[in-house]
């Protein structure tokens, strides 16, 4: 057997070296501590024109927004809304530059359920649409908001699970209506346990992926005719509210419990969790965003405090994510052969704690790339 040459042994040295900075020297989690007291907000979007956060809240006709360094604003307040109403899921439509909010009032408060949508220039309310009745006996709870490239607003009814759609012009009607979304058992005895259709994102091919909450089953919606189907997943996401959809298309699905990290091969027939944090109960995180750079971050909104008629808060959270941890899911050995002229090299595939996909590559001339 020859004996390995230095430059080698340095080659292979170096490759995991580099390999281990690259997972292990990151900056700490971005932390947003803001203070609007009583607030106890629900729904969280990144206004990527603005680079800032906005949220909403359980008691106010208000929306705020969050700067990176933690200072919240005013940024509508809305007096023609009934007093106590809740926004709950927010929406932006970059296309036509609007903030979407989805306007609920609670018993025993009169019903209501509308889709707000207001100019993020002027911050002038274009609109505000009701979302009709399925003259059931339940009480609807207009909560997720997901948004089309046409300007479509679809917005989820958590109480009778169905899917209302409200076009660019302000009109609403009944979308989505599936047998598929109550031939599920339902998760007994739980704060979620009443809570249906919660949370939903537009995929760019033309569906909705939408979450349910008390079975924790996650479907498919075709954006055209609303038809559902259910994905299926590795685990069920109990608890699931908030739905957010990266770039490179991985989902985020956030409950008060956990965060997970899914992903598809097939346009989400299927999909697989590969991965998922544990967050702090009492914190009570309803929303997931994604920011600047690709940044994952949850809403601390402590909404069962704000639930349960607890007034006394005034600081609340908007917290990076990132896994604990790094993965080399792949790692091989690319010999030189006769169709190549490329030098001998080394290839990990690694998911780092971001959650994202990178790929190292190293030549025995000592080049490398990601």
Not at 255 to 273: A, I, N, T
Request: proline share 4%; net charge neutral.
């Amino acid at each position: 057997m020859a004996p390995i040459k230095p430059s080698a042994i340095f080659f292979f040295f170096f490759f995991f070296f580099q390999l281990f900075l690259s997972l292990t020297l990151a900056r700490k989690p971005h932390q947003i501590d803001f203070r609007s007291p009583n607030l106890y907000p629900e729904g969280l979007v990144w206004d990527s024109s603005a680079q800032h956060f906005i949220v909403g809240s359980l008691h106010h006709r208000t929306l705020v927004s969050v700067s990176d360094a933690g200072v919240a604003e005013n940024l509508i307040h809305d007096p023609d809304l009934p007093e106590n109403v809740s926004i709950l899921g927010l929406a932006i439509d970059s296309i036509n530059n609007r903030l979407l909010a989805a306007v609920h009032a609670a018993a025993p408060l009169p019903e209501f359920n509308a889709l707000a949508a207001y100019d993020l220039r002027s911050r002038r309310r274009i609109s505000l649409t009701s979302l009709p009745s399925s003259n059931s006996n339940r009480r609807p709870v207009a909560n997720g908001i997901a948004v089309d490239f046409k300007g479509n607003a679809f917005v989820t009814n958590s109480a009778e699970n169905f899917i209302w759609k409200v076009d660019k012009h302000g009109s609403a009607s009944i979308f989505s209506k599936s047998a598929s979304y109550s031939s599920h058992p339902i998760t007994a005895n739980e704060v979620y346990s009443s809570s249906g259709l919660n949370g939903a994102v537009y995929v760019s091919k033309g569906y909705l992926l939408v979450v349910q909450s008390n079975t924790g089953k996650m479907y498919k919606v075709d954006a055209d005719d609303g038809t559902a189907r259910l994905v299926l997943l590795n685990e069920d996401l109990k608890g699931a509210d908030g739905i957010a959809m990266r770039r490179d298309g991985v989902v985020l699905v956030v409950s008060y419990r956990k965060l997970w990290f899914l992903k598809s091969q097939d346009s989400w027939g299927e999909g697989v969790v590969y991965d998922g944090i544990d967050l702090d109960e009492e914190k009570f995180a309803t929303a997931v965003a994604v920011g600047g750079e690709g940044r994952v971050y949850v809403l601390n909104g402590y909404v069962k405090e704000g639930l349960n008629g607890n007034l006394g808060r005034e600081r609340f959270g908007i917290e990076e994510m990132r896994l604990s941890r790094s993965w080399i899911l792949e790692f091989r050995i690319c010999p030189p052969n006769s169709f190549s002229t490329d030098p001998p090299c080394i290839t990990a595939m690694v998911i780092n704690s971001y959650g994202n996909y990178r790929t190292w590559t190293m030549h025995s001339d000592h080049s490398y790339y990601l």
